[in-house]
């Protein structure tokens, strides 16, 4: 099976304006959970999608927003980018409660 | 609330030795625990998991880790390092509302 795939892998934005990631899961996989890394901030929970419905929601401002789709496809938005948006940004799926996550490779997004 | 501590910022191993990086967690009720690694510029790769059963679990590329309820503890083994294991290791645990909290990482290396 194909791993988790995200695009684009780097993405540079200036300040003020708004991204699009995207992640595509694992076949199978219908939960899509979104994660921010940081050098200071560590792997921060975001939010996590099952079946095109927010199940659980990180402590991020509401400029952060996601979507799933039917086909457990999911997209992170993040508008008004601001500097410390610069983050690698991990989307991961999972197949049950009690698996474990699978992540994608990531997306470097850089704020100038 | 639920966290995870890794009190090593870096573990230096040489090539052949055994390694333990430490992980101890504080959650309420029954913890739910991962190991996961990160190699450079990729995403986190899953190593093993601990839900319930046997305190020693294996996992992939020769890990282990040993749960260990009395100390709260989750440390991940090897019994000989490889130069290839050199990498950013995670420690997680799964809080009452299904999110992953991660711990800061500990960085390995392994010299020849």
């Known amino acids: 099976?194909?791993?988790?795939?995200?695009?684009?892998?780097?993405?540079?934005?200036?300040?003020?304006?708004?991204?699009?990631?995207?992640?595509?899961?694992?076949?199978?996989?219908r939960s899509v959970s979104w994660y921010q890394q940081t050098p200071g901030q560590g792997l921060q929970f975001l939010f996590e999608y099952f079946s095109e419905t927010q199940r659980n929601k990180g402590n991020f401002p509401g400029r952060f927003s996601?979507?799933?789709?039917?086909?457990?496809?999911?997209?992170?938005n993040v508008s008004t980018l601001e500097l410390g948006d610069s983050a690698l940004y991990l989307c991961a799926s999972r197949e049950g409660r009690d698996q474990p996550q699978h992540f994608g490779d990531g997306t470097r997004l850089s704020i100038l | 609330a639920q966290s995870v501590a890794q009190p090593e910022d870096q573990v230096n191993v040489a090539e052949g030795n055994p390694l333990t990086v430490k992980c101890t967690y504080s959650v309420s009720g029954n913890p739910y625990l991962f190991w996961y690694v990160q190699y450079p510029n990729r995403g986190l790769q899953f190593l093993l998991k601990y839900i319930t059963g046997d305190n020693l679990v294996k996992g992939s590329y020769g890990f282990e880790a040993e749960f260990n309820k009395s100390q709260t503890s989750?440390?991940?083994?090897?019994?000989?390092?490889?130069?290839?294991?050199?990498?950013?290791?995670?420690?997680?645990?799964?809080?009452?509302t299904d999110k992953l909290i991660f711990g800061t990482g500990t960085r390995l290396q392994v010299f020849p």
């Open chain 2, 74 to 96: 989750f440390h991940l083994k090897k019994p000989s390092a490889l130069v290839s294991d050199s990498a950013l290791y995670f420690c997680a645990v799964r809080d009452k």
């Open chain 1, 66 to 76: 996601g979507r799933q789709f039917s086909n457990s496809r999911s997209e992170m």
């Open chain 1, 1 to 29: 099976k194909a791993g988790v795939t995200q695009t684009p892998r780097y993405l540079i934005k200036t300040r003020g304006q708004q991204v699009t990631l995207s992640c595509s899961p694992i076949s199978g996989h």
